[in-house]
């Protein structure tokens, strides 16, 4: 519960620096904050074909 809590500080902050500090605009800074779960939904579909072929390792 507390990851959550400091993830979500963490975005909020990070939206407010991209609004008041660069000057984006609140669709501007959202599409950017938008970058990171996208590239995280791209290496679980990575990851999920991967692990097959190459195994889960020292983790299992």
């Known amino acids: ?3 959550h809590l400091a993830f979500n500080g ?5 939206s407010l620096q991209l609004q008041q500090v660069r000057g984006l605009s609140p669709m501007q800074a959202g599409l950017r904050l938008l970058l ?3 590239a995280l939904a ?3 579909i990575a990851a999920g074909r ?4 190459l195994g889960c390792g ?3």
């Open 1 to 3: 519960m507390l990851h």
């Open 36 to 38: 990171a779960p996208a």
């Open 58 to 60: 020292p983790s299992c």
């Open 10 to 14: 963490t975005v909020f902050i990070n």
């Open 50 to 53: 991967l692990a097959p072929r």
């Open 42 to 44: 791209l290496g679980r």
